[in-house]
């Protein structure tokens, strides 16, 4: 596992390229944890650790709702002029790639 520090800094970085990315376009920007729902702790769920640490950052840990149409759980932050759409997939981490192109294809009709 990573040492949380280093982690934070890269994530940081990468956070602070797409802000002015996301600025300038005027759009929500989706950010998927991969990962096998419902096995945490374990290699193939980083993405969902990751997620989950961002919503907690974001204060929208607690705003998780289940959307049938994309099969996966999402919560909506705010982050300076953007709007962040979290999601994780509940599916496998093979087939994760469905639950994140369903939502990719409804991110503009998702609701806080």
């Known amino acids: 596992m990573l040492p949380a520090q280093p982690f934070g800094r890269l994530f ?3 956070l602070s390229r797409r802000k002015d990315e996301a600025k300038a ?6 950010v998927a944890g991969l990962g096998n729902y419902g096995l945490r702790g ?10 989950n ?3 907690n950052k974001l204060s929208v840990a607690d ?10 759980d999402v919560a909506i ?17 093979n087939v994760n ?11 503009s009709s998702f609701s806080l």
């Open 77 to 93: 932050a705010k982050l300076d002029n953007m709007e962040l759409v979290l999601m994780k997939p509940r599916r496998l981490m």
């Open 42 to 51: 374990t290699r193939h769920s980083v993405g969902m650790a990751m997620l």
């Open 12 to 14: 940081g970085r990468a």
């Open 53 to 55: 640490h961002l919503a």
């Open 63 to 72: 705003q998780w709702k289940m959307d049938r149409r994309c099969c996966g």
């Open 25 to 30: 376009a005027g759009k929500r920007v989706l």
């Open 97 to 107: 790639g469905l639950c994140v192109a369903g939502a990719g294809e409804r991110n």
